[in-house]
């Protein structure tokens, strides 16, 4: 089956800390692969995306690489702030349909 | 370009009573899918209708329902509400094809039954 599992929140960070957001998928097929956030009070935004085995999705700091071999997708920022304080989800999109994971919250602390 | 555009943004509705909320995709977008957000349950799948139909459907009793009308636009409809029906609820556009689409999402509307 699909689905995406992603590391349990909540998360707390110092600000300038370095964050890693683990997510890992199962896929019927070949999925391309995801990251959203969303702040409080408003939708999902996406954050990044792959397409590809090996393709490294970048956007504001964050980046994630498309692990095949590992079914992974980490999020990882080298020095977060106190603005990136949101939950954020992994996704992956497999034939016409998109799977969320559940969500880790984030809190960076001043 | 315009954004996904969900109406109503909030509702008190009560135990019972039935309730639709509205979703207006991006232009060209064919594809929207709705989907329940609650602090307990995370980020629930409702269904997906492209082109008028439903293409995916989760696992929802039946008093929640949806439909997409002919410009795309898609209203989802809970009948006999209970309490555990609050929620945000989110709808999404994408193109419904190929690898490189996305999901744009709107603000979503925050449903409280009482």
């Known amino acids: 089956g699909n689905s995406v599992t992603q590391m349990e929140g909540p998360v707390t960070l110092s600000e300038e800390a370095f964050l890693t957001i683990n997510c890992t998928y199962t896929?019927?097929?070949?999925?391309?692969l995801f990251w959203y956030v969303q702040y409080p009070g408003e939708g999902l935004q996406l954050l990044l995306k792959?397409?590809?085995?090996?393709d490294k999705g970048s956007n504001k700091g964050f980046e994630a690489t498309y692990r095949k071999e590992t079914t992974s997708f980490h999020l990882e920022k080298g020095s977060v702030q106190v603005s990136d304080s949101a939950v954020y989800f992994c996704a992956t999109l497999t034939g016409n349909q998109f799977y969320f994971g559940t969500g880790t919250s984030l809190t960076v602390i001043p | 370009k315009a954004g996904v555009t969900q109406t109503p943004r909030y509702l008190i509705k009560t135990r019972g009573q039935q309730v639709t909320l509205s979703c207006s995709p991006i232009?060209?977008?064919?594809?929207v899918s709705w989907y329940q957000q609650t602090p307990g349950q995370g980020l629930q799948f409702l269904f997906e209708y492209f082109s008028e139909t439903q293409r995916n459907k989760g696992n929802f009793p039946g008093r929640f329902s949806g439909r997409q009308f002919s410009n795309s636009r898609s209203e989802m409809n809970v009948s006999t509400l209970e309490l555990g029906d609050s929620a945000l609820y989110l709808c999404?556009?994408?193109?419904?094809?190929?690898?490189?689409?996305?999901?744009?999402f709107g603000q979503g509307t925050r449903l409280t039954v009482v």
């Open positions: 999404a556009s994408s193109t419904g094809q190929g690898r490189n689409t996305e999901a744009f």
């Open positions: 792959a397409t590809k085995a090996d």
């Open positions: 232009s060209g977008h064919r594809s």
């Open positions: 896929a019927t097929g070949y999925p391309s």
